[in-house]
């Protein structure tokens, strides 16, 4: 867990004042299905990365009503006394499906699935929205940094510049899980297992009589990881040749550094950096590292790498931690079926002027297809949970709204995998939490499942995300009983 916090009242007002009107007319037991997805991919990017999985467990598994809390609700004389004493008693019951941590997800198929109690399935929507929306930008924010390095190991360094210490903490974790090889926070290297990295700041150089002195003293305290920052007087006249110096003296020394090298964070890199390998090249140091920061991101690393920089190690911070370019990742939870009297299970629709907030209803479950043989995922299909699909017969998937359009996967062809996965189970969590070193290596693999051309920066390819013929027939259904017709739907991918 994150920290010993119970995070039972990070909640909006008005989850609890629905609550209460749930208790108050007789609605407390019947049973909600609510989805949580997104519509649109942040960065302008073709996919998103799922994270903050694990913390939503820590959430749910400690949710309940301290004394202060009932007390503090009281106070605000909106509430009645049966239904606080309902309160002090809360605890989640109900049914949580979800896609693994570090899965790469596509716009409106369901991050999230939560069916239980409407009481309970309400009250969690804040958090669990506050939760996966921000560690899914930011995971996807570093997904895409780590493709644009091309292999070259990234650092996240961004703590000083996030909004806060939640931000800074789990948005390094989330930075690791989209590829990041470590992050200069310690207490998310502590709390999570990840590798700390980081170098040294202008003022221990500042803080010697001469830069030559610092590095020399730098070097004395880590002769193994000796990265030493070049740039505080000048990068080509006094930083590198310095630095060289000190590299020279541990040589003659015998010692033989596992990690050395140099860092620059400020200035034109891709100059520098070039100017640095000659030097470094020339004094006989051809496997000293040349890290770089200075406000980088995924297009200036593309660049940089276009224009030839001879730069081996990023450490990228604002831009990744705070998700500069595209600060919400959009995440929205709607009601998509609720039990009747009879404890059956009626699908809802959520219908809006806004086509791409119409909603799809019923109890779903997304499944993937893939190309058999390169393992690249071919299309996703949004279907009812009931559905059943057979690789060893043809699939045909048709465009949601242009029915002409249809794609056909021969048997042998594709394979199938359900996406979403129980987490829990009346109230108990079923699910065997993986560590985050396992979840950044699912989440590698995971984007290796799609195709270059979606991947690219700018302009990608989409990748489908299509209905199942009967949640289309279903939606369809819905529409025409309050008067829409299916030209009211959301345009999806074909």
């Given amino acids: 867990m994150y920290r010993n916090e119970n995070l039972t009242m990070m909640t909006d007002l008005y989850e609890l004042t629905m609550m209460q009107g749930y208790y108050k007319f007789g609605k407390k037991d019947k049973v909600a299905v609510f989805d949580m997805f997104y519509r649109d991919n942040p960065f302008g990017s073709s996919f998103a990365i799922a994270a903050g999985l694990d913390q939503l467990i820590d959430y749910i598994r400690d949710l309940h009503f301290s004394d202060d809390d009932i007390e503090y609700l009281r106070s605000l004389n909106l509430f009645e006394e049966d239904f606080l004493d ?47 929306n921000h560690e899914s930008l930011i995971a996807t924010k570093s997904a895409r940094v780590n493709w644009a390095a091309q292999g070259d190991p990234v650092m996240e360094f961004g703590l000083r510049r996030a909004q806060g210490p939640d ?25 999570f297992g990840c590798d ?3 170098t040294h700041a202008h003022s221990w150089v500042m803080s010697f009589d001469s830069e030559l002195e610092a590095f020399r003293k730098y070097a004395e305290m880590y002769p193994n990881m000796c990265i030493l920052l070049v740039d505080t007087y000048d990068t080509l006249k006094s930083g590198i040749p310095n630095a ?12 033989h550094s596992k990690s050395y090298g140099i860092r620059l964070d400020s200035g034109d890199l891709a100059y520098l950096s070039k100017e640095a390998r000659r030097m470094l090249d020339e004094a006989g140091f051809p496997n000293a590292l040349i890290s770089a920061s200075s406000d980088l991101d995924e297009y200036l690393i593309r660049d940089l790498k276009l224009q030839g920089a001879q730069i081996h190690l990023w450490g ?17 939870y709607k009601m998509a079926a609720e039990s009747t009297d009879q404890g059956d299970l009626i699908p809802k629709i959520k219908i809006s002027e806004n086509p791409e907030k119409i909603t799809n209803p019923g109890y779903k479950n997304t499944w993937r297809i893939y190309d058999k043989s390169t393992g690249k995922i071919k299309a996703d299909l949004i279907a009812l949970d009931s559905e059943e699909y057979d690789e060893s017969k043809p ?16 048997p042998g062809t594709y394979t199938l995998r359900r996406m979403l996965v129980p987490i829990f189970v009346n109230g108990r969590m079923v699910y065997d939490r993986p560590s985050l070193k396992d979840i950044a290596a699912y989440c590698k693999k995971e984007q290796e499942t799609l195709w270059p051309e979606s991947r690219r920066l700018t302009n990608p390819q989409e990748v489908h995300v299509d209905l199942s013929e009967p949640l289309y027939e279903l939606k369809n259904k819905m529409l025409a009983e309050h008067g829409r017709s299916s030209n009211a739907q959301e345009e999806p991918a074909d």
């Fill in 196 to 198: 700390p990295k980081g």
């Fill in 167 to 191: 931000a800074g903490t789990l948005g390094a974790r989330a930075a690791v899980i989209g590829g990041c090889c470590g992050t200069s926070n310690v207490l998310t290297a502590q709390m």
């Fill in 316 to 332: 990228v911070g604002t831009r990744l931690i705070t998700a500069k370019d595209n600060p919400s990742f959009g995440g929205v």
């Fill in 244 to 255: 060289i110096k000190v590299f020279t003296e541990m040589r003659e020394k015998g010692i």
């Fill in 395 to 410: 699939l045909t998937i048709t465009h949601p709204q242009y029915r002409w359009k249809q794609t056909t996967f021969e």
């Fill in 86 to 132: 309902y309160l002090r008693g809360f605890h989640f019951t109900g049914e949580i499906y979800a896609v693994p941590e570090g899965s790469v997800v596509f716009p409106r198929e369901p991050l999230v699935r939560i069916k239980a109690p409407i009481m309970e399935a309400q009250l969690i929507e804040t958090a669990l929205t506050c939760i996966i």
